[in-house]
């Protein structure tokens, strides 16, 4: 089983969120959204409705799952064995953000 992962914040879901997940569902047997618990960020919506708002968005989905999580990303990676990482670019600051996070 090739079991994926989708994760940020979600504040609220977009197009473009949706339009990643739509296209990563179609490359995994098992795709994880994964709602980030960042407690020093003041969000808009609370965990639970963006959960929420991310399941009926994704109900056409499968093979699609919303959860969350809390702590360092690439631990949670490896804790739950996932085979790939789909992350969205908006800039080019993303860019060096996420060359950041492959390094760690």
């Known amino acids: 089983m090739y079991k994926c992962l989708v994760s940020g914040a979600f504040d609220p879901p977009?197009?473009?969120?949706?339009d990643m997940i739509n296209r990563a569902a179609k490359l995994c047997d098992q795709l994880d959204v994964c709602v980030a618990k960042n407690y020093s960020k003041s969000n808009m919506f609370t965990v639970e409705q963006r959960m929420e708002m991310l399941r009926?968005?994704?109900?056409?989905?499968?093979?699609?799952?919303?959860?969350?999580?809390?702590?360092?990303?690439a631990n949670f990676v490896i804790?739950?064995?996932y085979n790939a990482m789909f992350r969205g670019l908006r800039s080019e600051s993303d860019f060096g953000y996420e060359i950041q996070l492959e390094h760690i």
């Open 56 to 73: 009926a968005d994704t109900a056409h989905l499968n093979n699609v799952r919303v959860i969350s999580f809390e702590g360092h990303l």
């Open 14 to 18: 977009t197009m473009g969120h949706m």
């Open 79 to 81: 804790e739950n064995g």
